[in-house]
T-cell receptor, first 118, second 111 residues
């Protein structure tokens, strides 16, 4: 069964330092997509970064990078140079299949609350 | 460019009542998905609408139903509300299989 596991309920990081948020996934599909979303206290889920299972390069978007280790089924989010505004809930999500065969639903983990200290 | 908008932002209903939540997708998006997020948990997929039809459904009872209009906006209806339906309801829109953009959600409290 498809499942996303985020084992860190909460994390602290000092401003300007880097932090890694862990995500492992379980799927029997060979083709899938992995996403990270940020959820501030306002409630909106903000898309951060995407990694396709067939992408050979790790995805990067500005200060966000995704450390994709396919054999270990992990997709950790790395935030460099943390800012106070990065304090929020972070969710890892998976969508099975890619392209024409993809499912439509996102499966989310339970999230990690990140607090950036000044 | 307006993003995904949801209304209302907060709602209090009594057990057994019915509720309708509304969602306008981001400009250029034709697909709308609904998610339920209980306190302290990740969102759970309810269903997705495309071309005014339900395309995929999650593990939710028939009390949860939806509709998509020709302008791509969507409604989520929940009948016979239970206390356990209290949650943040998130609407997400997308075009084809691109990444989903979410609204700020509707916080539903059932008393």
């Amino acid at each position: 069964a498809q499942k996303i596991t985020q084992t860190q309920p909460g994390m602290f990081v000092q401003e300007k330092e880097a932090v890694t948020l862990d995500c492992t996934y379980d799927t029997s599909d060979q083709s899938y997509g992995l996403f990270w979303y940020k959820q501030p206290s306002s409630g909106e889920m903000i898309f951060l970064i995407y990694q396709g299972s067939y992408d050979e390069q790790n995805a990067t978007e500005g200060r966000y990078s995704l450390n994709f280790q396919k054999a270990r089924k992990s997709a950790n989010l790395v935030i460099s140079a943390s800012q106070l505004g990065d304090s929020a809930m972070y969710f890892c999500a998976m969508r099975e299949g890619e392209g024409m065969d993809s499912s439509y639903k996102l499966i989310f983990g339970s999230g990690t609350r990140l607090l950036v200290r000044p | 460019d307006a993003g995904v908008t949801q209304s209302p932002t907060h709602l209090i209903k009594t057990r057994g009542q019915q509720v309708t939540l509304r969602c306008s997708p981001k400009s250029g998006h034709d697909t709308v998905s609904w998610y339920q997020q209980a306190l302290g948990q990740g969102p759970q997929f309810i269903f997705q609408y495309y071309e005014e039809e339900e395309r995929q459904r999650g593990n939710f009872p028939d009390r949860f139903s939806g509709h998509q209009f020709p302008n791509y906006s969507s409604e989520l209806n929940v009948n016979a509300l239970l206390l356990g339906d209290s949650a943040l309801y998130l609407c997400a829109s997308s075009f084809y299989r691109t990444e989903a953009f979410f609204g700020q959600g509707t916080r539903l409290t059932v008393v």
